[in-house]
T-cell receptor, first 111, second 115 residues
Framework: GQQVMQIPQYQHVQEGEDFTTYCNSSTTLSNIQWYKQRPGGHPVFLIQLVKSGEVKKQKRLTFQFGEAKKNSSLHITATQTTDVGTYFCAGPLTGANNLFFGTGTRLTVIP | DTGVSQNPRHKITKRGQNVTFRCDPISEHNRLYWYRQTLGQGPEFLTYFQNEAQLEKSRLLSDRFSAERPKGSFSTLEIQRTEQGDSAMYLC?????????????FGEGSRLTVL
């Protein structure tokens, strides 16, 4: 069945270092969303990408959607302790309107 | 507070008992989703409503699980004859739209512990 995998599963960085998480789908996605979940919290929407090759920026966060619409990435420049949490990508199953979440990347930022 | 509301926030039950969770979505949202999340995992899709119609249900979902959204507003998720493997956080989310899934707004979740 369709799978959405993320790598790495965990990432520890020193504050100020950059961080990247990658999302790969076994099938083409019509769109992809990114969510952040703080420890003990619930997922919070960050962004949605729809177009092939799309790049969007939110301050220190850069999101990309692959040309084939099967992969995506989230890059954080100069991490801060407030970036701590688990980052999930999510995309709809083929022909469906739900969202299938990836395995997540847990980011720890060491002050 | 106009966000997604879930209750109870915590439920401890004995194996074999039935439990019911309630979700009140953002009032104008027509779509409502239930997810299950265990520690260290991503949210696992359970089911999805558009208004009062249950449009999709995970094939992995046991028959012990049932969800309703009778008037297209709040929703309930019932688990019958609970098992220890049902212990998880049950997340509800809502969204607005008729086409592709848009931004999901999650509630704080209902944590279930089955003893």
């Amino acid at each position: 069945g369709q799978q959405v995998m993320q790598i790495p599963q965990y990432q520890h960085v020193q504050e100020g270092e950059d961080f990247t998480t990658y999302c790969n789908s076994s099938t083409t996605l019509s769109n992809i969303q990114w969510y952040k979940q703080r420890p003990g919290g619930h997922p919070v929407f960050l962004i949605q990408l729809v177009k092939s090759g799309e790049v969007k920026k939110q301050k220190r966060l850069t999101f990309q959607f692959g040309e084939a619409k099967k992969n995506s990435s989230l890059h954080i420049t100069a991490t801060q302790t407030t970036d701590v949490g688990t980052y999930f990508c999510a995309g709809p199953l083929t022909g469906a309107n739900n969202l299938f979440f990836g395995t997540g990347t847990r980011l720890t930022v060491i002050p | 507070d106009t966000g997604v509301s879930q209750n109870p926030r915590h439920k401890i039950t004995k194996r074999g008992q039935n439990v019911t969770f309630r979700c009140d979505p953002i009032s104008e949202h027509n779509r409502l989703y239930w997810y299950r999340q265990t520690l260290g995992q991503g949210p696992e899709f359970l089911t999805y409503f558009q208004n009062e119609a249950q449009l999709e249900k995970s094939r992995l979902l046991s028959d012990r699980f049932s969800a309703e959204r009778p008037k297209g507003s709040f929703s309930t998720l019932e688990i019958q004859r609970t098992e220890q493997g049902d212990s998880a956080m049950y997340l509800c989310a809502s969204s607005l739209g008729t086409g592709l899934a848009g931004e999901l707004f999650f509630g704080e979740g209902s944590r279930l512990t089955v003893l």
